[in-house]
């Protein structure tokens, strides 16, 4: 273990991150996932992957995760957690060869606190911001400036991210906000700790409405997007990725993996925009 009681991955050990979940895939002879039965071999590239946990983009990102094992012999051990709690760890020496970000400020901490490599970086997905209702049959809502968004809740609340530290939920509040609508609409938001909690409360109908990420929305069938909010209402939302200062050689090759053709099929497949490096 390293000074801060993180597991290390020196002499072949697999990191566990804190609190991530960490997972070694290896694809069997009839193309299935699972769990590699020796997470260790080949020394594991560790990736840090800040994803909001749907069923639907964790398989696409094990799916990209397995084609790569199987061209390169290479296994990668993949810790999925939100973009703060993975940086912090990468800070105080959690192992980690590559840290992919779902909010740009985290990166940008890692940057100046010298823990990936500046070079390395590049912005690799985005994403919309949208209106999810509950249910097939709910009614489209423009979102435009001084729509009565408040008016349609009534007595029901909004679910969102927690406005102040969850990507998803800042990026709604600054929506909002451009919109001129925060001040009627905010004694009615439900926060969640995150933006997966967040499309739950709508698919179980606890909340009529939510603000979550496009990528998010396409894997719950009992929620229907209602709207998409502007480009211009909120800062553009990416997903940058890099190098850590420690990475080992062969995570390099496993980066720019993800910038092939093969790659970006599965990202859009699951709501994401594929940008360029």
Known sequence: RSATGQPDVRHGRVARLATGGLVACAPTPDGQVKPSANPTANGP?????????????????????????????DTLAISYESSGKLAKQIQEGAPADIFISAAVDWMDKLAESGDIQPDSRFDLLGNDLVLVAHGADAAPVELKPGVDLAGLLGDNRIAMGLVDSVPAGMYGKEALTSLGIWDAVEPKVAQSDNVRAALKLVATGEAPYGIVYASDAISEKDVKVVGVFPADSHKPIVYPAALTKEAKPEAAAFLTSLTSPEAATAFKANGFDVLSK
Not at 65 to 71: E, F, G, I, N
């Open 45 to 73: 590239v560790v990736l840090s992957w800040s994803v909001h946990g749907s069923p639907g983009v964790i398989a696409a990102y094990t799916r990209i995760a397995a084609d790569y094992t199987a061209k390169t012999g």
